[in-house]
């Protein structure tokens, strides 16, 4: 965290908790981030330079965990303008359909792109969204494949990804 809250970037690093983050005890995952210089987002927004509302809830594992809040992002609205265009983070895509049409667009991960794709992604058998662009009732979902692995390091038809999104005025 440090390194990246060093890198400069102009509004800072932005924290959103997501499922491993429980496994691992995301009170002290989330205090080191802030210790290193990040702003966590949980159900919280806060306005980026140029008047956008970037907003991040809480990782929907923990509504089914009973570990933590879950996601609200009714909440996490109403902490900033709500005539903003709106930027939401939230770590698993499933939650876009709660979202949509809410947002103007939702960053994702967690699908890790299937991960293992031979020739066809069994992803797609299971979740509606896995790995890319999706558009729907006027709002927009990306859905990164990040760089990790779940299980067995293997990553087969998934390449790992880093995405830059660069948000400006329409």
Not at 51 to 80: E, K, Q
Not at 143 to 154: D, E, I, K, L, M
Request: aromatic share 6%; charged share 20%.
């Amino acid at each position: 965290m440090r390194e990246l809250a060093g890198l400069g970037i102009r509004d800072g690093v932005t924290i959103i908790p997501g499922n491993h983050d429980y496994y691992a005890g995301v009170d002290a995952v989330l205090g080191a981030c802030r210790d290193g210089g990040g702003t966590v987002l949980r159900n919280q927004g806060r306005v980026l330079q140029g008047g956008i509302a970037l907003l991040g809830v809480d990782d929907v594992w923990a509504r089914r965990s009973n570990d933590g809040p879950g996601p609200d992002l009714a909440a996490a609205i109403a902490t900033v303008d709500p005539e903003l265009p709106r930027v939401l983070l939230c770590h698993n895509p499933v939650f876009f359909e709660e979202a949509r049409g809410q947002v103007a667009l939702q960053l994702s991960g967690h699908t890790r792109g299937g991960e293992v794709n031979l020739g066809v992604r069994p992803a797609d058998l299971v979740l509606t969204y896995v790995s890319g662009r999706y558009d729907e009732h006027g709002s927009t979902l990306y859905v990164n494949r990040g760089f990790g692995t779940a299980g067995p390091p293997a990553r087969v038809g998934a390449r790992p990804e880093v995405t830059l999104v660069v948000l400006g005025a329409a």
